[in-house]
């Protein structure tokens, strides 16, 4: 397996001191920071390969054991969706985060409407998929591209223009743009900048408010994870004493609130805006769920809430994604979510070596490092 010490990371000019990186004269992140951005980014991938195999499975609460425990699991390959892809490959969430990548490697900045292309390039050609060392298979077709950036993507072949327009309503919110967000805290340099590419890259495929907000509020949380003490409690501490949003129902989720009548919420059922993702038995909104079991996390704000619940009751980057792969629904989108969130807490060296193999089988040349390493030594 390759070395994934920090060391592998190394620049060969780079020297450490006192636990700080000093780069040509000027002082670096930290080893654990560094550590927590890696976590940032593979916890993207990892979370979305693991709850692949069960996307779109009906959503099953409190199960008194997991059924779902790591990528050597019978149970997940057995699955419908496991019997199409195999251990460690990825799905969309991934691909759109490393499109996301190499785009601000190459620009140096989000530049809208390449990013727009380099999705497009995904779907139609398969352009970082997870199938192109698979010599089983024979279709390299790229899976899992959903509704609203489908809708975005066509939109955009007759316009090129910058941001999406689709959609007559402010609500299409979607997770489709939280789910590629795991590279960000790699590349940018404060809170701020941060915040406002997570927001601008959203609004290439969704139109929707809150799924830009909640771009936002989750680069946040990662940053404060990021800079952290390891501690779940203090990245959600400090995200909730720094973080503000002009949207009600995104300062409900962050201060884990149950909606109450405002004017934002005007004509929705207040039991479908319940964010208490603090309670123990926190679930997915019943009318959601109802309407639709198999599909539930799909709604933004429902992914990130299920999120926050899940790392905020578990004590581990493992136990972060297992709990949320065994919730199923559009699982793999909520455990790429959860995987950004809990990979910016425990960091890289956290997670287990068996599943970065499970990934690295699909990247035999080492490209995921590479991109991880040049995100964030990247001269901004």
Not at 152 to 159: A, G, M, P, T, V
Not at 220 to 225: R, V
Not at 274 to 293: L, T
Not at 358 to 379: E, S
Request: hydrophobic letters at 35%; aromatic letters at 10%; proline letters at 3%.
């Amino acid at each position: 397996m390759r070395e994934l010490s920090l060391q592998y990371f190394q620049e060969k000019k780079t020297s450490q001191k006192d636990g700080q990186y000093f780069d040509n004269g000027k002082i670096k992140e930290s080893a654990k920071e560094i550590d927590r951005m890696y976590g940032c980014f593979f916890g993207n991938i990892l979370g979305d390969a693991l709850g692949a195999p069960f996307e779109f499975s009906p959503v099953q609460y409190n199960r008194e054991n997991c059924t779902i425990l790591d990528f050597s699991d019978p149970t997940i390959w057995s699955s419908r969706r496991g019997k199409t892809i195999k251990p460690g490959q990825w799905t969309d969430d991934t691909a759109m985060m490393l499109c996301l990548s190499d785009s601000l490697l190459i620009h140096n900045k989000l530049k809208p409407t390449d990013l727009r292309l380099r999705f497009l390039n995904w779907w139609h050609f398969g352009y970082c998929n997870a199938f192109g060392y698979d010599e089983d298979r024979d279709d390299k077709q790229s899976i899992g591209l959903g509704s609203i950036v489908s809708a975005s993507l066509d939109e955009f072949q007759k316009s090129k223009s910058k941001y999406t327009t689709y959609m007559d309503t402010a609500r299409s919110s979607g997770n489709g743009s939280i789910v590629r967000c795991g590279c960000i805290p790699l590349f940018c340099q404060t809170p701020k900048e941060a915040e406002r590419l997570a927001y601008q890259q959203s609004k290439t495929t969704h139109t929707g408010e809150e799924a830009a907000e909640c771009c936002r509020l989750l680069v946040h949380l990662m940053l404060q994870g990021v800079s952290g003490d390891g501690s779940v409690a203090t990245a959600l501490q400090r995200t909730q004493a720094a973080f503000s949003s002009p949207l009600y129902s995104i300062q409900c989720l962050l201060h884990s609130k149950q909606e109450e009548h405002h004017q934002d919420n005007q004509g929705l059922a207040l039991e479908d805006r319940n964010w208490d993702w603090k309670a123990p038995h926190f679930r997915y909104a019943p009318g959601r769920v109802a309407q639709n079991k198999t599909y539930i996390g799909s709604y933004a704000m429902d992914a990130m809430a299920m999120c926050l619940h899940c790392v905020f009751h578990s004590d581990s980057f493992e136990g972060a994604l297992v709990k949320a792969a065994n919730l199923c629904g559009d699982a793999d989108s909520v455990c790429a979510v959860v995987g950004q969130v809990a990979g910016s807490i425990y960091g890289l060296s956290e997670i287990k070596e068996e599943w970065l193999e499970a990934v690295f089988r699909w990247d035999p040349k080492g490209d995921l490092l590479l991109r991880a390493y040049k995100l964030i030594h990247q001269m901004k």
